[in-house]
């Protein structure tokens, strides 16, 4: 609240203060300045005033626009006696399409503000900037100071709070002095305090608590060629302040055309937000016409915040904000209802005039046909007209007054022809028309104009084929690129069939690699088989297959009560299991020796016993009778254990 | 009674809503007859010498998205004869390459066509060598050169052949036990994976370009290529003449990034006529 308070207290000296210099001249001094210096580079110097009071300042603008580089290090020649603040530089650009080409230029604008000491008539300038490294200046400007306070006086512009070309307070810093008048109590009071802002200005909230900027474009959804209003406001919590430093927001996807270029002569207003004094200024207003369609972007505006609130940021260059990227979606115009001739951009709303003059010549001659496009939008360059043979229409020349009103773009386009008439009689020129499409309606329109007939007499351009002169002394026909060849095609031939590529079958590319590849795959699989049926052959004749079988043959036996085919198969089996877990030969081996004989090749104690015990049981099965043979039931069991030993004992080691 | 008179005037009134709808209602074939009309009235536009009617016609139809060989190839006469009017704009010229270019495209056979866009471009060479601009002929990439010296499907069927004979070599020698037969299942199977890789990658190439690849004319005198943030670049072969035919390959905004012989660049849509095909 505080801080409020005293915003206001300096806002109440300021708006009296406006009351004295620049803001309040009426006459502006406008120089387009020729530049023949540097071609492509366009200089324009304007003056605040023409006629200011000694010690009070006095604006000076210079506006560089350049096809090449960027313009750079501005100055201002003044005479002696003067004293310069500034400059203020803010960078721009514009980008225009014309004949396929994108255009591409890049400018500056750079304020100074001068005063003067003494009266008289003095030239300020030229204003120079260097463009590639060359120096380009602009015209010079002619200021007339007269003794302070012998200017008649100036009417008042409301709204702006704070005056920046006060060479002794810009910001209105200085308290009134106990004991002596205020100046600004000099003026008559404003009535009815500080001026309400507009709708446009106000916010809601604000997104920053010191300063920030807000962008809005409307509409947000166009057509190609629709003007788009770009608006930023610049909002200030800390008093007032001045705008330095900017950068123009890119917007390479529009043609452009400005409003409000600078803040300097925008009324700044005081309003509330979130229950603080913000002063709010519009810094600039652009009309963005679409070239194409899509969602098209602008980009950021920069600017520096400068004044006794706002700490610096960078130096020089004030308390940096910028406002935020906005998008527009950008559609062409519907082809439904689409007239010929209509050319995308065409939109708005627009009228025709037409005037020939003279009415009456003689064959050969030309008469002059101007047609003039008036209306909003982005004014046409080109207007149709009847063609006709006989009639020759030349390269129009076009004059055109395009300005913004109320925030929108629009104003007359003139083309004035010159159309040479060859056939003698009464020509009838036809119309000129015009196809748009009005965004408002939502429908394309047609602007007509009768251009009206003309008498044409007899007359030269008739009198050498009445003559019958000799073709040859006529100029030269033009040679025809396409002579010989055949007329235009009046009928739709049939249409060739749709061409399929082999490549656009699903099950070419696959059928490419996928040949190769079965036939590998196959021949792998072929191998793999082959592999594995060596393998079962293999393990068919192992050793411990065998003495799977042979305990197999042992239990067959054993079923048929057969002693002796128990035993020789049990000891079949237990050699073929002792050969392929130790590799020994068992069989080779005396009896009375294999106990020692397995020991020393590593088979346990235990199981040692039960081998041999298992093979004297088979003996007693062959030679012995009655109670004193093992049963073959039993012998096959434990063969068949000390089978499954040894080949736990196999598959052990293997692990 | 009564009842039974209704049915028939109900019938007669059901009838006529029903005629009425099927008379009033838009077909297609009044869109195709719309269609028609409109390049009847350009092709009469173009026999009185009305050339900017019969261009604004076939644009429209361009527009509304209708191709056909015969009007593109009328658009271009139309484009040609204003170019070699008093009324001509600048890349006239390129628009009538652009137009027969589309004809070529549909009707790659089309004696006219090809005369007419040899002369247009001949013309287009003449005139930029009378003005003094040096013309840069530039020839594809050697790799682009040799995808192009076969037809696409011609690459794919020497592919299938490389493809079947992979097979058959691999088969001999596996599964024969002679040796000369597997000698030879060698050979074949070595010559076939080679036709197979080197067709079946220009055939990969050839198609991903067809798909991928738009084919444009430039339609401004002359055309100056640009990087990708939209500056000029400078240098020998940056400067595309009006009718050159290049490659669109990507777009971002209102540039384009374009193929043109060897080189690479981007360019503004503006400047292009994309070519339009079935």
Not at chain 1, 183 to 199: S, T
């Amino acid at each position: 609240m505080t801080s409020g308070t005293a915003d206001a207290k300096r806002t109440g000296p300021c708006r009296h203060r406006s009351a004295i210099p620049f803001y309040l001249t009426t006459m502006m001094v406008v120089i387009f300045a020729a530049s023949p210096a540097w071609a492509g580079t366009a200089l324009r110097t304007t003056a605040s005033a023409a006629q200011a009071e000694v010690g009070e300042g006095v604006q000076i603008e210079l506006s560089a626009m350049s096809d090449d580089e960027s313009p750079e290090s501005p100055r201002l020649q003044v005479p002696p006696g003067f004293t310069v603040q500034g400059p203020s530089i803010s960078s721009s650009q514009q980008i225009s399409f014309s004949n396929g080409h994108f255009e591409h230029r890049r400018g500056v604008t750079v304020h100074w503000v001068v005063f003067g000491t003494r009266p008289g008539r003095f030239v300020l300038g030229p204003a120079t900037v260097q463009v590639g490294g060359k120096v380009v200046q602009g015209e010079t400007l002619s200021l007339e100071l007269v003794p302070a306070g012998s200017a008649p006086p100036k009417p008042r512009q409301r709204g702006n709070p704070f005056d920046p070309t006060s060479p002794f307070d810009p910001f209105g810093m200085f308290p009134k002095l106990p004991g002596f008048p205020n100046l600004d109590d000099l003026d008559p009071p404003i009535p009815n305090g500080p001026p309400e802002a507009p709708a446009e200005y106000q916010v809601d909230h604000a997104t920053d608590p010191m300063a920030f900027l807000r962008a809005t474009i409307t509409p947000a959804e166009a057509v190609v060629g629709q003007q788009v209003t770009l608006r930023i406001y610049a909002y200030g919590g800390r008093g007032p302040y001045d705008e330095v430093g900017s950068a123009e927001p890119s917007r390479a996807d529009f043609l452009s055309q400005s409003i409000v270029d600078s803040s300097y002569r925008q009324p700044r207003y005081v309003l509330p937000i979130d229950g603080r004094r913000w002063t709010v200024v519009k810094l600039r207003e652009i009309a963005l016409f679409p070239l194409h369609a899509g969602t098209l972007s602008v980009g950021p505006m920069r600017m520096g915040f400068r004044g006794p609130g706002y700490p610096e940021t960078t130096p020089l260059k004030g308390l940096e904000r910028q406002s935020p990227e906005l998008r527009v979606v950008v559609r062409e115009p519907p082809l439904a209802g689409r007239p010929p001739g209509y050319e995308l951009g065409d939109v708005g709303s627009f009228t025709l005039a037409a005037e020939v003059e003279p009415r009456r010549v003689e064959a050969g001659d030309a008469v002059a046909v101007t047609v003039r496009v008036e209306g909003t939008g982005s004014v046409p360059h080109h207007v149709k007209h009847t063609e006709q043979r006989g009639v020759e229409w030349l390269d129009p020349t076009v004059t055109e007054a395009i300005t913004p009103s109320n925030s929108v773009i629009g104003g007359w386009r003139a083309f004035r022809y010159v159309v040479r008439l060859d056939e003698p009689g009464t020509l009838d020129l036809g119309e000129a028309t015009l196809p748009y499409f009005d965004p408002r309606t939502g429908v394309y329109e047609i602007a007509r104009t009768r251009l009206g007939t003309v008498e044409v007499l007899p007359g030269k351009a008739t009198a050498p084929a009445a003559s019958g002169a000799p073709a040859a002394a006529a100029p030269a026909a033009p040679h025809d690129v396409l002579e010989g060849l055949g007329q235009a095609r009046t009928k739709l031939g049939p249409l060739p069939p749709g061409k399929r590529h082999l490549t656009d079958e699903k099950a070419y590319f696959v059928l490419l690699a996928g040949g190769p590849c079965s036939v590998l795959a196959l021949g792998g699989l072929v191998e793999l088989g082959r592999r594995l049926r060596r393998r079962a052959a293999r393990r068919t004749a192992s050793q411990a297959a065998l003495a799977r079988r042979a305990i197999g043959e042992a239990r067959a036996a054993a079923d048929r009560r057969d002693s002796a085919s128990v035993a020789a198969s049990v000891e079949r089996a237990i050699y073929a299991a002792l050969e392929d877990r130790f590799g020994l030969k068992a069989r080779a081996v005396l009896r009375r020796d294999l106990a020692s004989t397995l020991s020393e090749n590593g088979v346990e104690g235990a199981l040692v016993a039960d081998i041999v015990a298992a093979l004297d049981a088979c003996d007693g099965l062959r030679f012995a009778s009655g109670t004193e043979a093992t049963s073959p039931a039993h012998a096959v069991e434990q063969a068949s254990s000390i089978v499954a030993r040894l080949a736990r004992g196999v598959r052990g080691k293997a692990a | 009674m009564t009842h039974q008179r209704s049915i028939p005037g109900r019938a007669w009134l059901a009838a006529a809503a029903l005629t009425a709808a099927v008379v009033l209602w838009p077909s297609p074939a009044k869109a195709g007859d719309s269609t028609q009309e409109l390049f009847d009235e350009a092709v009469a536009a173009l026999h009185r010498g009305a050339v900017d009617d019969a261009i604004d016609r076939f644009e429209l139809l361009a527009d509304r998205g209708f191709f056909h060989p015969d009007a593109s190839y009328d658009r271009a006469l139309a484009y040609a004869e204003r170019a070699q009017s008093h009324g001509a704009r600048p890349g006239d010229f390129g628009r009538a390459a652009a137009a027969l270019g589309e004809t070529l495209l549909a009707r790659p056979d089309d004696g006219d066509a090809k005369v007419a866009l040899e002369r247009i471009r001949q013309e287009i060479v003449r005139r930029r060598a009378r003005t003094g601009a040096s013309d840069v002929e530039l020839k594809p990439s050697l790799g682009w050169a040799v995808v192009g010296l076969l037809d696409e499907d011609t690459w794919a069927v020497i592919a299938a052949i490389g493809s079947f004979a992979t097979c058959v070599g691999l088969a001999l020698r596996l599964w024969v036990r002679s040796a000369p037969v597997r000698l030879a299942g060698v050979v074949a199977g070595s010559l076939g994976m080679v036709m197979l890789i080197v067709a079946g990658s220009l055939a990969a190439l050839s198609r991903s370009r067809r798909l991928h690849a738009e084919p444009a004319v430039v339609i401004v005198e002359e055309a100056r290529l640009l990087d990708e943030n939209g500056a000029t670049i400078s240098g020998a072969g940056t400067r595309l003449p009006e009718g050159a035919l290049v490659d669109v390959e990507d777009r971002r905004g209102t540039l384009v990034r374009i193929s043109w012989g060897t080189i690479d660049g981007w360019l503004s849509l503006g400047e292009l006529r994309l070519l339009s095909h079935q």
